[in-house]
């Protein structure tokens, strides 16, 4: 399929299933509704090492075609939890950068009803952010807040703050699939509070639960990232997975 004049770039190296074809003029709809700060992702799920066959706007994360799935994507397939949901909106999603951002994600099912991509949506509020919080701080500095008449000597309370800069942050969105694996099993590692060349075997269990809850073992080489960072043999992480998986 040839469309002209489009902003969505489509990985060349890849067939695409006829599922998605639909939704490529909707990318360049929506980068042309919501503009050039928000990126429109497509991730084929079939391989989650590089699963994104198709973006627009990409300057908005630096991320490109042939890259890999995020944490939450792993997170979601590996729990299953867009079996009873079309979609997840509006939750904060972070770069490596440290740019922050309002996402969304739309389950793609085949006509079996299995989750074959998503479509991502990563809007970047930063300037909306920033001119909502010059605008309340012009209106505490002129005393034109609610309820509290000039010269009242009442104060205004610290500004909220918005979805794309507050809460919890739910997706990080990596470069390259050795960044997914190493920083998804640096953080849950550091989160058991042992160096891992102290863990004991329990612990090191513990954390490979862990790591199997977030889906990081859906990523190809994820075995050997992972037996380095517990500082134990490949075989032992097979060993330490078939014991999670059998619910010990």
Do not use: W
Not at 69 to 84: I, R
Not at 87 to 99: D, F, I, Q, V, W
Not at 122 to 127: A, F, L, R
Not at 143 to 160: D, N, R, T, W
Request: charged share 25%; hydrophobic share 40%; glycine share 8%.
């Amino acid at each position: 399929m040839t469309r002209a004049s489009s902003a969505t770039v489509v990985d060349a190296s890849r067939v695409l299933r006829a599922e998605f074809e639909p939704y490529l003029p909707l990318m360049d709809f929506f980068a042309e509704l919501l503009g050039p700060r928000t990126e429109v992702v497509l991730h084929d799920t079939s391989d989650l090492s590089r699963s994104i066959v198709a973006l627009t706007n990409g300057h908005v994360s630096g991320r490109s075609v042939g890259g890999p799935a995020t944490d939450l994507v792993l997170k979601v397939l590996q729990n299953h939890e867009h079996d009873d949901r079309d979609y997840l909106a509006n939750y904060l999603a972070e770069s490596r950068t440290g740019g922050t951002f309002r996402s969304s994600t739309f389950f793609i099912r085949d006509a079996g009803g299995d989750v074959v991509g998503m479509l991502c949506l990563n809007i970047d509020d930063e300037p909306l952010t920033r001119a909502r919080d010059l605008l309340a701080a012009i209106t505490a500095t002129t005393g034109l807040v609610k309820g509290a008449p000039l010269g009242s000597g009442s104060e205004a309370g610290p500004a909220s703050t918005s979805t794309s800069s507050s809460g919890p942050v739910a997706e990080r969105l990596s470069m390259n699939v050795d960044e997914l694996a190493l920083d998804g099993v640096a953080r849950i590692v550091a989160a058991q509070g042992v160096e891992p060349h102290r863990m004991t075997p329990d612990e090191k269990v513990a954390a490979v639960r862990e790591i199997e809850r977030a889906g990081v073992f859906l990523l190809k080489g994820a075995v050997a990232q992972v037996a380095e960072a517990l500082h134990v043999s490949e075989p032992t992480v097979y060993r330490y997975v078939r014991q999670v998986r059998q619910g010990g």
